[in-house]
């Protein structure tokens, strides 16, 4: 889900409220979105369309120096600031009732299994795909409350962004040429 990782840095702070130094995180997302967490005793995740839109809003339309500096994936920076993400988007998940689209997930996963169960013995081919049905769907749960591994697994290495083999594997991936 997250294409690029970044700090959003301050060298002064003439409000007085947000501090210096980096204040917040943020990521690109899939279509140019970009989702901002704050670092304050008073957290907020946002989710602004473009990473230009956020940088102009929290400079203060370019009244405050606030510059958007680039993660190294691999880096120590970069693994805090994916944990920082990852729990903004846990509360965006509760907020926005994903949580409860995972739940369902898991419920008819269950009653993928509970069919199966049922016909094993008078029909196996059957029981079998409903067994498999209820692996994706528990993929799809997973996906829903924020674990994006199973869709590492459908997509083909090859389309990894450079984050998903960092988040995978804790350093940068060497492409094979060829």
Same mark, same amino acid.
């Given at each position: 889900?997250?294409?690029?990782?970044?700090?959003?840095?301050?060298?002064?702070?003439?409000?007085?409220?947000?501090?210096?130094?980096?204040?917040?995180?943020?990521?690109?997302?899939?279509?140019?979105?970009?989702?901002?967490?704050?670092?304050?005793?008073?957290?907020?995740?946002?989710?602004?369309?473009?990473?230009?839109?956020?940088?102009?809003?929290?400079?203060?339309?370019? @009244?405050?120096? *606030?510059?958007?500096?680039? =993660?190294?994936? %691999?880096?120590?920076? &970069? $693994?805090?600031? /994916?944990?920082? #993400?990852?729990?903004?988007?846990?509360?965006? @998940?509760?907020? *926005?009732?994903?949580?409860? =689209?995972?739940? %369902?997930?898991?419920? &008819? $996963?269950?009653? /993928?299994?509970? #069919?199966?169960?049922?016909?094993?013995?008078?029909?196996?081919?059957?029981?079998?795909?409903?067994?498999?049905?209820?692996?994706?769907?528990?993929?799809?749960? /997973?996906?829903?409350?924020?674990?994006?591994?199973?869709?590492?697994?459908?997509?083909?290495?090859?389309?990894?962004?450079?984050?998903?083999?960092?988040?995978?594997?804790?350093? /940068?991936?060497?492409?094979?040429?060829?």
């Amino acid at each position: 889900m997250i294409d690029r990782l970044f700090a959003l840095r301050r060298d002064a702070d003439p409000t007085g409220m947000s501090g210096t130094g980096t204040v917040a995180y943020g990521a690109t997302l899939p279509g140019g979105r970009a989702l901002v967490q704050w670092l304050s005793d008073r957290p907020s995740t946002v989710v602004w369309r473009t990473v230009a839109d956020a940088e102009h809003i929290h400079s203060h339309g370019g @009244t405050q120096p *606030t510059a958007i500096v680039w =993660l190294d994936p %691999t880096s120590p920076e &970069a $693994a805090t600031a /994916r944990e920082t #993400l990852d729990a903004g988007m846990q509360l965006l @998940t509760e907020v *926005t009732g994903t949580a409860v =689209l995972a739940e %369902t997930f898991r419920a &008819a $996963a269950d009653g /993928r299994r509970e #069919l199966a169960r049922g016909i094993k013995g008078d029909h196996p081919v059957i029981a079998d795909n409903l067994n498999l049905q209820a692996l994706a769907l528990d993929d799809a749960a /997973r996906v829903a409350g924020g674990d994006l591994t199973p869709l590492y697994n459908w997509l083909p290495p090859h389309r990894w962004t450079e984050d998903m083999h960092a988040r995978l594997y804790g350093k /940068r991936h060497q492409q094979q040429p060829g």
